[in-house]
């Protein structure tokens, strides 16, 4: 957008500078080193899909499909998305290329941005950043258990401490018509009282009824029937298994029946993990089990289930900083070369490409530069030394090793000052 200090970016939108994706890139490491200790695969799907592919996965009532959605059509009339999720994404993905003929089950993670027209506020922008895993093919209940579980070790790996994780089951095709109509017959006589969206909302999808976040419905949403009430027996038991199963291996939660997220495509497994560093919107991730969203997007019936979540990254991120106490700072360069003259220019590049060709991040200083100057330099990088080359230095085949913090320093041939530096593993 223009104003008058000129061109900034579109609302909701935002810059991520070097200070911020120092920790994204920590968070995206961690998970994948975690992803890849439970088998997940990595799938990078398009940012533009066909719009029909969240109306009929995410479904038309939701605020998603309903008001937030960037769609648009292209030349040839075809209606386009930029993605808001990437679970859609993902099934049709293992639709369109049958990963369900591959070995075992279809274990899926992905990385990205997603974009959703909603009102900005803190840690919530219209192009936001996922992290996201799906597990496709089965509908046993250990297989909730073991998502659950990589997900404690992820927050644990990030240092995020007392997340609670919150469960529930939203119930399947057998047994919503039935919890449908009672949540329909409770609302009847209090919905003139409720906001005109959710009033609608009562008639066409109750359950999204749950979701809503205005204050002074809430005493409302609270009176209602528990779905709990209302499972079949095969959503009851694999309820009740998996909760075993958490209960065995010592994973607490909390059971919420009014938790329902807000996509349609969740059946039985629904669940978050919520954080006090988030305020009032505390959810740190989320996710549940979808079976059937393969079946409506085109897969065969003998095709199983699935499960997944997904994290946003800006949110999560605010989680680490606050457990860390603070935002923090880029990693500086381990050091700063500095030639002396112009004349030591080019052997201090051919240093610092050796050095960096062995694992050590190190900037360069200017040459003709007035020592002190450049020292000042490496102090604000936040550099561990300086590492001068004159004349001297050049015709001895030696670096002159200069630590910031005392002061100190000696002259070192190439062999050790790698070894100081660490040279050959990652800094």
Known sequence: MKTDAGITAIKGMRDLLPEDTAWFERLEGHAREIFAL??????????????????????????????????????????????????????????????????????????????????PQKGRYRQFYQIGAEVLGGDA?????????????????????????????????????????????ALAPRLPQMCADYQRRAQTNPLRVLDCKVPADQPIIAALPSILDYLDDRCREHFAELRRLLDGA????????????????????????????LGAQNALLGGGRYDGLAQSLGAPANVGGGIGFALGEDRFVMAMQAAAGGTGQPPGPRALVVPITAAQLPPALALAER??????????????????RSLELAAKLGAEAALLLGADEVREQRVTWKRLASGEQ???DETALAARLGAGRSA
């Not at 960096?356 to 002190?372: C, L, S, T, Y």
Request: glycine share 8%.
């Open 141 to 185: 209940p250990w297989i909730d258990f073991e998502l659950l579980a990589m997900l404690r070790m992820l927050l644990e790996r990030c240092g995020i401490e007392g997340a609670e994780l919150v469960l529930n089951s939203v119930g399947c095709a057998n047994d919503r018509p039935r919890y449908h109509a009672a949540l329909r017959e």
């Open 250 to 277: 010592g994973i607490s939660y909390r059971l919420d029946p009014r938790m329902v997220r807000g996509l349609d495509y969740y059946t039985s497994t629904a669940f978050e993990f919520l954080h006090g560093a």
């Open 410 to 412: 000696e002259k070192l």
């Open 355 to 372: 050095l960096r060709r062995g694992g050590v991040r190190v900037e360069m200083a200017p040459p003709d530069r007035k020592i002190g």
């Open 38 to 119: 439970y088998n997940f695969d990595e799938i990078r799907t398009p940012v533009l899909e066909p719009a029909e592919l969240f109306a009929r996965a995410v479904g038309e009532e939701t605020d998603i499909v309903g008001k937030e959605m960037y769609t648009f059509a292209d030349r040839d009339g075809a209606m386009l998305t930029l993605r808001p999720e990437a679970t859609a994404s993902a099934v049709r993905a293992y639709i369109e290329h049958r990963l369900w003929e591959r070995p075992g089950l279809t274990r899926l993670f992905y990385q990205g941005p997603m974009f959703r027209r909603e009102r």
